[in-house]
């Protein structure tokens, strides 16, 4: 059973649409943070969300934690094929520092 | 500055052959992890380290996988012998203590090292 269910696991999208994608789980976190890994490269830190509720943004990025704490969604705006990779949510659980869902994989067509 | 550095980038082996991945961590940084990614169980955490001793290697899947770092710039993962199941890509990263499971907290990775065992 995984910590961290994300979904959807694919999507491919034309430039321009908007999108979001979820993290799941049952277990409450005081953290949890976003990662996007492009093809070829290691997972990078995109954001960490902290309090029930926050809402932060990074430019066309919209990242939500849930009021429990258990869940979060990110939202994109007007997608471009720049954004194209894999999006990772990450928590701190017991003794280990980070444990990641499998991801959302996205696809922007140009 | 140089970010964490992982080699080799590709290495592709015979089943039962000797393999050694090599990473060295940000300069500073205090905590070293080791991830495997594969596409059906996705980012997996083997083996971590603080200040050069192994913490929690519970990830690592058998004896054949071995880590060790012998100085806060240099680590191994080291697989013995290898298995076409081993192939996958392995990540090497590294923080601070004082971000450590504390909001805000950054894991820097490498670039992986592509394995595939024939």
């Known amino acids: 059973t995984q910590l961290l269910e994300q979904s959807p696991q694919f999507l491919s999208i034309q430039e321009g649409e908007n999108l979001t994608v979820y993290c799941n789980s049952s277990?409450?976190?005081?953290?949890l943070q976003w990662y996007r890994q492009e093809p070829g490269e290691g997972p990078v830190l995109l954001v960490t969300?902290?309090?029930?509720?926050e809402v932060k943004k990074l430019k066309r990025l919209t990242f939500q934690f849930g009021d429990a704490r258990k869940d979060s969604s990110l939202h994109i705006t007007a997608a471009q094929p720049g954004d194209t990779g894999l999006y990772l949510c990450?928590?701190?659980?017991?003794?280990?520092?980070?444990?990641f869902g499998k991801g959302t994989r996205l696809s922007v067509i140009a | 500055d140089a970010g964490v550095i992982q080699s080799p980038r590709h290495e592709v082996t015979e089943m039962g052959q000797e393999v050694t991945l090599r990473c060295k961590p940000i300069?500073?940084?205090?905590?070293l992890f080791w991830y495997r990614q594969t596409m059906m169980r996705g980012l997996e955490l083997l083996i971590y380290f603080n200040n050069n001793v192994p913490i929690d290697d519970s990830g690592m899947p058998e004896d054949r996988f071995s880590a060790k770092m012998p100085n806060a710039s240099f680590s191994t993962l080291k697989i013995q012998p290898s298995e076409p199941r081993d192939s996958a890509v392995y990540f090497c990263a590294s923080t601070i203590s004082r971000e450590t499971n504390i909001p805000g907290n950054t894991i820097y990775f490498g670039e992986g090292s592509w394995l595939t065992v024939v």
């Open positions: 277990s409450v976190f005081s953290s």
């Open positions: 969300v902290v309090t029930g509720g």
């Open positions: 990450a928590v701190a659980a017991g003794n280990t520092p980070l444990v």
């Open positions: 300069s500073g940084h205090d905590y």
